[in-house]
C-alpha cells in the first residue's frame, strides 16, 4: 500500500508545482522513502526506492557528460525518481538530463514553485508510514484470522474467503500438476482459469518440505504489488497447512491418498469440497470437478484383478479416476464427460473391454448411478453401490446373468432392503403365497420362474433361455402359476408389485 510517484505528485507535492520531464510510463513506482541531498556522488547511498529531492546544487557548472553520469548512478539504484528544484541552479532542466533520464527510464521532475523540501519529506513521508502501518496491520489481522480457521479445523474454501476480504480479487489455487483445486472470487472453473492467465502475483505452497501448488491471485485488488505479494506469501502457509490437515498431500503415493479418500467417502464421513478436490488431485485424478462421476466396486478373489479392471476401464474412458481397495473390496470413482447420455452404460462398457484381457471367474462388479462430484453425492452414490454389491455377490450363481450388474438393474433389491422385515414377509404373503406354498410342497421352481420371466421383459423365448429350459416347460409353469395365483401375471399394473414380492420372498429366504 505504499504511494506511487504518481499519487505523491498529485497530493503531498502539488503545492511545489511538478512537472514530469521524462519517465512518464514509470510514474506508478512505488515510493519507499522521500529523501533530499546535494550531494553530487549521492548514489552509493540509495538502497532503491527513493524519490530523491534536490536543488541540483552538485551538479553547478558541470558538463554534460557528468550530469549524465549523476543521472545514470543514481537509475542504477533503482530509485523511484528524481525532483530538482527549479531557480538556485536551474532555471530550467538541461535536454541532456531529460534525454538521459528518459533513456534510463527514470521520472524527472521540475518543482516549478519553491517549497522547503522538510515540509514536503515530512508530508510524503508521514503518508508512506500510515501506509506501512496500514499494511502491516492487515498482515497481522489476516494472520490472526487465518490461525482462527485452522484451529477451528476449517478448509480451503474458508481460508480463500479470508484471504480474499483482504485482496478483493479473485485467488486460485492450482496444484503443482496444474489442476485446479479451489477458487474465489469467481463464477466457475473457465473464470477462474480467465484468472489464471492474467495474474499479477502467486506464492508457492509448500507442504512438508515439497512445493504442493501455488496461490495464485487475479486482477483487480486494491493493494498495491508489493503489499499483495506479502499478502500470498504470509497466506501460502496456512493453506498448506489446511491441505495437509484434509489429507490432501500424502507425499508421492497417490494410491495411499485414494485409498483414505475412498474410505472416508465409503464410511460417510463429511468433507468440503475443496478438499475433496484438492485429495481427489492429490490422488492422481484431478480432472474429476465439473464432470459426471461413476462410481464402480468390485468383488474378486485377489483385488489386484479388480484393480486391473478399473485401471483398464480408466484407461478406456481416457480419464484418470481415483481407484483403491477398501476394507477388502476394490472401489473407484470414474469420470465421463457432462454430456454423456448414458455414462452407467459407457463405464459399463469399458468394463467390459477389460474382460478380454482378464478372466472373470468369482468376481462381481456393480456399475453405481452417476452422480455429480461433491462429497454428499458420491457418498451416497457408493452406498448404494456397497449395497448392491452385496446383494451381487450373494446372487452371483444365481439369477444374474454375468458378472457385472448396476444400481439401476439391481433397484428393486435395494428398495426391499430398505424395507423392515415385517413388511417385506406382508408383501410376501400378501401377492405370491400360493406360489411360495406350491414351491415348498413340491420342490418346484415357480417363484423363481416369474421372477426371471418378469426380468426378461414377459419374453417366453430370452426367460426360457435365461433359464436353460424349453419354451414348452416355460408355457406349462406359467399355465400352474396363472392357475395357483388366480390372476394374470402379464397384467402390467401387477409388473412392479410382482418383482418387489419376488424379491422380498428371495431375499428373505436367502437370510
Known amino acids: ?191 477462474a482459469w480467465v484468472a489464471v492467465e492474467s495474474a499479477v502475483a502467486q506464492a508457492r505452497i509448500g507442504v512438508r518440505e515439497n512445493v504442493w501448488g501455488t496461490l495464485t491471485a487475479g486482477p483487480g485488488s486494491t493493494l498495491d504489488a508489493a503489499t499483495l505479494a506479502a499478502v500470498l506469501d504470509q497466506s501460502a502457509p496456512s493453506l498448506g497447512l489446511s491441505l495437509t490437515h484434509s489429507g490432501a498431500p500424502r507425499g508421492s503415493n497417490p494410491q495411499q491418498t485414494a485409498a483414505a479418500l475412498l474410505a472416508d467417502l465409503v464410511d460417510g464421513k463429511q468433507i468440503r469440497q475443496a478438499d475433496l478436490k484438492a485429495r481427489a488431485a492429490a490422488a492422481g485424478a484431478p480432472a474429476l470437478s465439473g464432470r459426471t462421476v461413476v462410481p464402480v466396486a468390485i468383488d474378486a478373489p485377489d483385488t489386484r484383478i479388480a484393480t486391473r479392471f478399473l485401471d483398464g476401464a480408466a484407461k478406456e474412458l481416457g480419464k484418470p479416476g481415483v481407484i483403491a481397495e477398501v476394507h477388502a473390496t476394490a472401489y473407484a470413482v470414474l469420470a465421463v464427460e457432462a454430456t454423456v447420455t448414458d455414462p452407467v452404460g459407457q463405464v459399463g462398457r469399458a468394463l467390459r473391454k477389460s474382460f478380454a484381457t482378464n478372466g472373470t471367474e468369482g468376481v462381481s462388479i456393480v456399475v453405481g448411478d452417476p452422480c455429480e462430484f461433491t462429497a454428499a453425492a458420491l457418498t451416497a452414490a457408493l452406498s448404494a453401490t456397497r449395497s448392491a454389491l452385496r446383494l451381487a455377490t450373494r446372487h452371483r450363481r444365481d439369477w444374474l446373468g454375468g458378472p457385472l450388474v448396476t444400481c439401476r438393474e439391481l433397484a428393486t433389491e435395494l428398495i426391499v432392503e430398505s424395507l423392515p422385515a415385517a413388511e417385506r414377509a406382508r408383501l410376501a404373503a400378501t401377492t405370491i403365497a400360493p406360489l411360495i406354498a406350491w414351491d415348498g410342497a413340491h420342490h418346484s421352481n415357480l417363484t423363481r420362474t416369474l421372477e426371471v420371466y418378469l426380468r426378461h421383459g414377459a419374453s417366453p423365448t430370452r426367460c426360457a433361455a435365461a433359464m436353460h429350459i424349453g419354451r414348452q416347460s416355460l408355457y406349462q409353469r406359467l399355465d400352474r402359476i396363472r392357475d395357483l395365483l388366480g390372476y394374470d401375471p402379464n397384467d402390467p399394473a401387477l409388473a412392479a408389485t410382482l418383482l418387489l414380492a419376488l424379491c422380498a420372498h428371495r431375499l428373505g429366504g436367502d437370510r
Open 1 to 191: 500500500m505504499l504511494p506511487t510517484v504518481r499519487e505523491l505528485l498529485a497530493d503531498q507535492f502539488v503545492r511545489a508545482d511538478p512537472l514530469v520531464l521524462a519517465g512518464h510510463s514509470r510514474l506508478g513506482r512505488t515510493v519507499r522513502w522521500v529523501h533530499s541531498s546535494e550531494i553530487f556522488e549521492i548514489s552509493p547511498l540509495l538502497s532503491g526506492g527513493e524519490l530523491l529531492l534536490t536543488t541540483g546544487l552538485g551538479l553547478a557548472g558541470v558538463d554534460a557528460g557528468t550530469r549524465r553520469h549523476y543521472l545514470r548512478e543514481i537509475a542504477g539504484r533503482g530509485v523511484a525518481g528524481v525532483a530538482f528544484e527549479l531557480g538556485r541552479t536551474f532555471a530550467a532542466i538541461p535536454p541532456d538530463m531529460v534525454e538521459e533520464a528518459s533513456r534510463n527510464g527514470l521520472p524527472l521532475i521540475a518543482l516549478r514553485t519553491v517549497v522547503p523540501f522538510i515540509d514536503l519529506c515530512r508530508s510524503a513521508n508521514t503518508e508512506i508510514v500510515s501506509r506501512e502501518v496500514r499494511s502491516l496491520r492487515i498482515l497481522n489481522d489476516l494472520a490472526r484470522d487465518l490461525t482462527a480457521e485452522l484451529v477451528a479445523g476449517n478448509g480451503v474454501a474458508r481460508l480463500l474467503g479470508r484471504i480474499g476480504a483482504v485482496t478483493e480479487c479473485a485467488l486460485i489455487v492450482m496444484s503443482a500438476s496444474g489442476a485446479l483445486i479451489a477458487a474465489h472470487g469467481v463464477d466457475d472453473d473457465r473464470s
